[in-house]
């Protein structure tokens, strides 16, 4: 007889308890219907403001809540939580990372552990989006934020936060501090093998998501800030181009003026220090962004997989 597996199911939560207690049911269902598997849940309680009910129902799922000290915001709520787990838990298998509101649909868990056995639980999985049930608008900009997003970096994300961890990759996560700015693209900036399953998003259980507008414009910056490397060399690379650009400028225009007897316009000085101050302004940056980078490399710091400790108020278990 085979021994159950135990999964654990990460889920920050910011005043959004009413979706929170319609995700238990729903892995509670989930629970009945894998028998091979035990579910437990780790809900990273991200400095609400509203208090957790005390009338919810819990059956047999049993739930660890981490009352953080402050906000701290979700993908560094994500990253208190993985801690947590490899540090406290010693009876995990798989750890899958999910949003609290109904957008990762529990029943989607089932597709993510199958991916997982299929590639012998060496890869980490993560559900990339089918369809998506957000505004036009908001679609629209994270449509530009992808594609933006791999002309910075040279990389294509297209999934969220939703995955599904094995244990044996656990330790390589915690131990990257770029999953503090975003959890997603810190596992592909580290080189740890992932693979995707397309997977559609779900509605909200209750109320209205907090990922607004401007909140994609701060998640699409911590994505980019991640590859801080590549986005440096991309930015030194095009202003390098930039300065030959205005500089084979410059040249076609002196070379007009003194070899030639083609009529030059009265501006062609006044268009020569133009360029000439653009190519100093390109020459600023890529000294600066130079700079910068170095500043950064000489700076090492060993990754803490123990900086949970310092957000975490209290820990309340749940049965």
């Not at 509101?101 to 980490?124: C, Q, T």
Request: proline residues 3%; aromatic residues 14%; positive net charge.
């Amino acid at each position: 007889m085979n021994q159950k597996k135990n999964i654990y199911c990460l889920a920050p939560v910011y005043n959004d308890w009413e979706s929170f207690a319609i995700l238990i049911h729903e892995i509670q269902l989930l629970q009945q219907r894998l028998d091979d598997y035990n579910f437990y849940v780790v809900v990273v309680n991200d400095g609400s403001t509203e208090d957790i009910p005390e009338d919810f129902d819990y059956k047999q799922i049993s739930v660890t809540i981490l009352n953080l000290k402050i906000n701290i915001g979700h993908q560094r709520g994500i990253a208190v939580g993985l801690q947590y787990i490899y540090n406290e838990v010693s009876d995990y298998d798989l750890v899958v990372v999910m949003d609290s509101d109904g957008e990762d649909k529990p029943h989607d868990i089932e597709a993510l552990i199958n991916k997982a056995v299929l590639e012998k639980e060496r890869k980490i999985i993560f559900a990339q989006r089918k369809k998506r049930q957000e505004s036009t608008f908001f679609k629209i900009g994270y449509f530009f934020y992808k594609y933006l997003f791999y002309f910075l970096t040279g990389q294509k994300i297209s999934f969220g936060n939703f995955s599904i961890i094995p244990k044996k990759l656990l330790s390589k996560v915690v131990h990257q501090n770029n999953i503090w700015n975003h959890y997603s693209g810190g596992i592909i900036q580290s080189k740890i093998p992932y693979e995707k399953v397309l997977l559609d998003r779900g509605k909200r259980y209750k109320g209205v998501s907090k990922m607004n507008f401007n909140s994609l414009i701060i998640h699409g910056l911590s994505s980019i800030a991640v590859y801080f490397d590549f986005l440096s060399l991309r930015i030194l690379r095009y202003s390098l181009y930039g300065i030959g650009i205005c500089f084979v400028s410059v040249l076609i225009i002196l070379y007009q003026k003194l070899f030639t007897d083609n009529a030059i316009p009265g501006w062609a000085s006044s268009l020569i220090l133009i360029i000439s101050g653009i190519i100093l302004q390109l020459f600023s940056v890529t000294l600066i962004v130079l700079l910068l980078q170095l500043s950064s490399r000489k700076n090492i710091s060993a990754p803490n997989p123990k900086i949970y400790k310092d957000f975490i108020e209290e820990i309340a278990h749940e049965k």
